[in-house]
Nanobody, 123 residues
Framework: QVQLVESGGGLVQAGDSLRLSCAAS????????MGWFRQAPGKEREFVAV????????YYADSAKGRFTISRDYANHTVSLQMNSLMPEDTAVYYC????????????????WGQGTQVTVSS
């Protein structure tokens, strides 16, 4: 069993930065690849970024490339998402997720989800 708790969301202006954190607990959390997804009102949940079990590979959605950075702290069992140059279209609830295998951009490949943290970017 893995528990995930996100934090760091908030209301910011366009161009600002935010850093989201996901605290993971559970004996086997290091076995999982860790991803960030987001869901805007009326839209499907979409992939943002993922870091593999060992941190050897990182993938981003096109919308995140060059602006967002995912990182993993194995000692503290946390995964962070640094978001820079935020835009109004980044407004969404951001979720942390843990998965074992498969297509890292597919929500169905993730076994555990956090409760989400709201990010609102005003223009």
């Amino acid at each position: 069993q893995v528990q995930l708790v996100e934090s760091g969301g908030g209301l910011v202006q366009a161009g600002d930065s935010l850093r989201l954190s996901c605290a993971a607990s559970g004996r086997t959390v290091s076995r999982y690849f860790m991803g960030w997804f987001r869901q805007a009102p009326g839209k499907e949940r979409e992939f943002v970024a993922v870091v593999t079990r060992t941190g050897g590979a990182i993938y981003y959605a096109d919308s995140a490339k060059g602006r967002f950075t995912i990182s993993r702290d194995y000692a503290n069992h946390t995964v962070s998402l640094q978001m820079n140059s935020l835009m109004p279209e980044d407004t969404a609830v951001y979720y942390c997720a843990a998965g074992l295998s498969g297509n890292v951009a597919n929500t169905r490949m993730y076994e555990y989800w956090g409760q989400g943290t709201q990010v609102t970017v005003s223009s």
